[in-house]
């Protein structure tokens, strides 16, 4: 794994400023170095700790070809998000998080079904019967959908891994993954794992991977979002299929033909 973060990288680009006294949270305070003209000044330091750590996370999640979902509804980041989650095929919400896309996951499925049958049935034409007005109205429909839903249109099931970008501004979707960890818990099946870059104004305690850092600056974002999205990629170009059943009984019967057979003699007859 090659992604890391740099601490004098952070400082240039000022990381380190918190929010003021009054808005840092008694448990945003364990990654606090000092306050300085009233403002909280950041441990970057701890930052780089924690970002790294997140890091290795994601790499191991790519490496096993797990779900990733970003949400970045910030507006400052939106753009940055949705040009590297499109290009390299990662799930993505940037426009706004929708209400129960986690506990009413089914339903929402729904919609991206119904976005996905409508491209489908304008790329084959399907449509062209359509009256023109009637047309017209299903396609504004779809549209306001697909603003929505753009970047989760093969999202089939739920993903394993949430990246929130502000965990303070993504507190909808904080609250559902709690949810859906606590009954994955009770279901002892396996839980999804959250990361989230937050400031001093947000808990660390909410979050499983928590990245404490200036979260209002956007080439802070840029520089802390890249790397935690390199490193999933990284590990997902060393994911190795798992072979089918098909598959691994070809290779069984081809050991055994391998060990039941005679090796080819390579001595000269005269």
Do not use: C
């Given at each position: 794994?090659?992604?890391?973060?740099e601490v004098?990288?952070?400082?240039?680009?000022?990381g380190h400023?918190?929010?003021?006294?009054?808005?840092t949270t008694?448990?945003?305070?364990?990654?606090?170095?000092?306050?300085?003209?009233?403002?909280?000044?950041?441990?970057?330091?701890?930052?780089?700790?924690?970002?790294?750590?997140?890091?290795?996370?994601?790499?191991?999640?790519?490496?096993?070809?797990?779900?990733?979902?970003?949400?970045?509804?910030?507006?400052?980041?939106?753009?940055?998000?949705?040009?590297?989650?499109?290009?390299?095929?990662?799930?993505?919400?940037?426009?706004?998080?929708?209400?129960?896309?986690?506990?009413?996951?089914?339903?929402?499925?729904?919609?991206?079904?119904?976005?996905?049958?409508?491209?489908?049935?304008?790329?084959?034409?399907?449509?062209?019967?359509?009256?023109?007005?009637?047309?017209?109205?299903?396609?504004?429909?779809?549209?306001?959908?697909?603003?929505?839903?753009?970047?989760?249109?093969?999202?089939?099931?739920?993903?394993?891994?949430?990246?929130?970008?502000?965990?303070?501004?993504?507190?909808?979707?904080?609250?559902?993954?709690?949810?859906?960890?606590?009954?994955?818990?009770?279901?002892?099946?396996?839980?999804?794992?959250?990361?989230?870059?937050?400031?001093?104004?947000?808990?660390?305690?909410?979050?499983?991977?928590?990245?404490?850092?200036?979260?209002?600056?956007?080439?802070?974002?840029?520089?802390?979002?890249?790397?935690?999205?390199?490193?999933?990629?990284?590990?997902?170009?060393?994911?190795?299929?798992?072979?089918?059943?098909?598959?691994?009984?070809?290779?069984?019967?081809?050991?055994?033909?391998?060990?039941?057979?005679?090796?080819?003699?390579?001595?000269?007859?005269?």
């Open positions: 794994m090659k992604t890391t973060i004098e990288k952070l400082f240039e680009l000022g400023f918190g929010h003021k006294r009054g808005r008694p448990k945003a305070k364990t990654y606090v170095y000092k306050i300085q003209n009233d403002v909280a000044i950041i441990d970057l330091f701890q930052t780089k700790t924690l970002a790294d750590t997140a890091v290795k996370a994601l790499f191991d999640a790519g490496k096993q070809n797990k779900e990733l979902l970003v949400v970045a509804t910030k507006k400052n980041i939106q753009n940055f998000v949705k040009d590297i989650a499109a290009k390299e095929k990662i799930h993505y919400i940037t426009e706004k998080w929708v209400g129960g896309f986690f506990t009413n996951f089914e339903e929402i499925k729904k919609n991206v079904d119904r976005i996905n049958t409508f491209k489908a049935d304008m790329a084959s034409g399907n449509l062209n019967s359509m009256i023109k007005h009637e047309r017209n109205k299903l396609e504004k429909e779809i549209n306001k959908l697909l603003r929505v839903y753009e970047g989760v249109l093969t999202l089939t099931r739920m993903p394993d891994v949430v990246l929130m970008v502000d965990v303070r501004k993504e507190k909808n979707a904080l609250n559902e993954s709690r949810k859906i960890q606590e009954a994955q818990t009770l279901q002892e099946k396996k839980a999804l794992f959250t990361i989230g870059v937050l400031d001093t104004n947000a808990n660390p305690q909410e979050v499983d991977y928590p990245i404490m850092v200036n979260d209002d600056t956007p080439p802070v974002l840029e520089y802390v979002v890249g790397a935690l999205l390199q490193g999933f990629l990284e590990g997902r170009k060393q994911y190795i299929p798992e072979l089918t059943q098909q598959e691994k009984e070809a290779k069984k019967l081809e050991a055994k033909a391998k060990k039941n057979g005679k090796p080819r003699s390579t001595q000269k007859t005269t």
